[in-house]
């Protein structure tokens, strides 16, 4: 088991390697496949693919496959729930039926041509359908949101510090974005980035100032990005047209929290106990990790693989 391996500690370890496991610690190209002889299948744990020689590994005889990441996926999920129910304001769209509330019309029994439609009167419901999607951070959560959006229909643009290749891209149904241009355009900007000294507070009051008026902000990625009291603020000033988080710089949400404050208050702002991976059990979480292996045994045992790219 290598963590981050030099490429020089790759290549020693690949001389006696049979199959390689890998996520994404750098490109696997035709010399490092060159330089693993006994090398019969390479997996790569994810999505993005985009870094491993396929020409090379055909040509070595090595098989390559990938394995979906679970995780990814489920966030991928919850990502796109929290735009669904931004768009139909659900949350407040719920908390109207709850209460049996209605804009005073006449009550009647339904039939085919008889209904009391939108009796809440909410204006501004809208649709996901070709929508400009601008996700920060590209890694696999981008990867699965992209490849489930792309039946919607939806423009999807990305920003990421190093561009990724444009076979790729088009693979994806993807445009590179400068983060400016992707903060402009997007009707749901989705965060996605992981949490480093840069990327802290980086979603802050100029961001959502620069944000088009009616526009979503959803973030899945770390907590500690997004300013909370700015963007309690842009909310509160209408400026957005919602919102919705999983995760927090501060966690357990408190009751003084800004967000949970202008969630309560019934605006259009979604807030989850940071639960977009899924429950977790020591069961489900060993079952994950011995699928992993799927296709290593299929190997050994001749059987037809998944997944499989080469």
């Known amino acids: 088991l290598l963590h981050r391996p030099s490429r020089e500690a790759l290549q020693n370890t690949l001389v006696d390697t049979e199959y390689l496991i890998s996520e994404r610690v750098g490109l696997i190209d035709a010399e490092l496949i060159a330089a693993a002889p006994h090398l019969k299948l390479i997996l790569r744990l994810g999505s993005l693919t985009h870094d491993i020689d396929l020409d090379a590994a055909r040509s070595a005889g090595v098989i390559v496959c990938r394995w979906p990441d679970a995780g990814a996926i ?65 890694g696999e959560i981008g990867a699965e949101l992209a490849q489930r959006l792309e039946s919607w229909g939806c423009t999807l643009l990305y920003h990421k510090r190093r561009q990724l290749p444009a076979a790729f891209e088009i693979d994806f149904s993807l445009t590179y974005a400068d983060r400016n241009t992707l903060i402009t355009q997007a009707d749901y900007l989705v965060n996605l980035l992981p949490y480093t000294a ?89 079952e994950e990790r011995r699928a992993i292996y799927t296709n290593i045994l299929r190997h050994l045992r001749g059987e037809p693989l998944v997944y499989r790219l080469a």
């Not at 927090?248 to 106990?273: F, K, M, R, S």
């Open 198 to 286: 840069e990327t802290a507070l980086n979603l802050g009051a100029e961001t959502f100032a620069q944000m088009k008026p009616g526009a979503f902000l959803v973030s899945c990625g770390s907590g500690g990005i997004v300013d909370e009291t700015a963007l309690a603020n842009a909310l509160r000033a209408g400026h957005l047209g919602g919102a919705a988080l999983d995760t927090y710089a501060w966690e357990p949400l408190q009751a003084d929290n800004p967000l949970v404050v202008l969630a309560n208050a019934g605006h259009n702002l979604i807030l989850t106990p940071h639960i977009a991976a899924g429950s977790y059990t020591a069961q489900s979480s060993a």
């Open 74 to 138: 489920r966030v991928a999920e919850h990502t796109i729930m929290f735009m669904l129910a931004l768009a139909k304001q659900l949350n407040e769209a719920q908390s109207v039926a709850r209460a049996a509330r209605s804009d005073g019309r006449e009550v009647r029994r339904t039939d085919e041509n008889t209904f009391a439609y939108n009796w809440s009167g909410r204006q501004g419901i809208g649709q996901l359908y070709e929508r400009v999607i601008g996700i920060l951070g590209f």
